[in-house]
């Protein structure tokens, strides 16, 4: 039987996002697919937890369920108080839009534009006026990209342009930001640049970060790493150090 991942308890002591019995099925009959099995955990505000486990254990896949990017077959997602199951796809795009902050490996940053107008498109996009400046200040500042405001992503390193990328992300103060492999493609020392910043942006601007990574070394970061295996919670660990980490995916895949 899959374990039920006790109550997240550290952080601000709220909820940013909670799951519950959530199940995801691709496909119909013989050829149907469990991708998730029943799978309950909770994500406190104000903390920073990394998804892993074995290829195909259903981590991307939480990961978008519990964004509101993909429709669970049953169960419950509870992001910022909001019950995602059963709303429409306009009221789960304007939730996206202003609640939810994504960090992809790929960065997807528009080349026309700066990094100032990149790092404030979804704002743009949700027609929101910069209401506090002294916010994108702020995280701008934090992500150290004051100087590089005016540069398009052609004229940065991969490193500042994932850094971009964190910004756009938080930018509206999300309730929770989502990360997936944020650092497969950066070399070591942008990786742990943007993971670093990542860890800044729970401790210093009070967001909630939850990121999918096979990396060791990029869980360590994180406050908490939560483990699956075949679509099902496998186990915790809290405070993870790297030797941790790959002693806990070794039995995983053991």
């Known amino acids: 039987m899959p374990r039920t991942a006790p109550e997240e308890t550290s ?26 099995n029943g799978v309950s955990m909770e994500f406190a505000s104000g903390t920073f937890t990394a998804i892993m486990g074995p290829s195909g254990s259903g981590k991307s896949t939480l ?17 910022g108080g909001t019950e995602l ?3 429409g796809d306009k009221q789960l795009t304007l939730l996206r839009r202003q609640r939810v902050g994504f960090v992809f490996q790929t960065f997807n940053l528009l080349p026309t534009l700066t990094a100032r107008q990149n790092i404030t498109l979804p704002l743009d996009i949700a027609g929101r006026r910069d209401t506090d ?7 701008v500042d934090t992500l150290g990209l004051r100087d590089r405001l005016d540069h398009r992503p052609s004229e ?3 490193g500042q342009q994932q850094r971009v990328a964190c ?25 742990a640049e943007v993971l670093a910043f990542l860890r800044m942006s729970v ?12 990396d060791a070394g990029a869980a360590s970061y994180a406050d ?31």
């Open 203 to 214: 401790y210093e601007l009070g967001q909630t970060v939850v990121m999918v990574t096979h």
């Open 63 to 79: 990961m978008h369920c519990l964004a509101g990017l993909d429709e669970v077959t049953s169960g419950s997602v509870v992001l």
């Open 156 to 158: 940065l390193s991969g």
């Open 133 to 139: 400046p002294s916010w994108r200040d702020r995280v």
């Open 11 to 36: 952080g601000t002591g709220t909820r940013a996002v909670t799951a519950h019995d959530v199940v995801k099925v691709y496909g119909d009959g013989d050829a149907s697919v469990a991708a998730l």
């Open 167 to 191: 910004a756009r992300a938080l930018v509206t103060s999300p309730d929770v930001v989502f990360a997936d492999e944020p650092t497969g493609n950066l070399d070591s020392a942008s990786g």
């Open 85 to 87: 199951v059963g709303l």
């Open 224 to 254: 908490r790493v939560v483990f699956l295996r075949d679509g099902a919670f496998v186990d915790e660990m809290a405070d993870p150090s790297i030797e941790r980490v790959l002693e806990a995916l070794k039995s995983l895949e053991g």
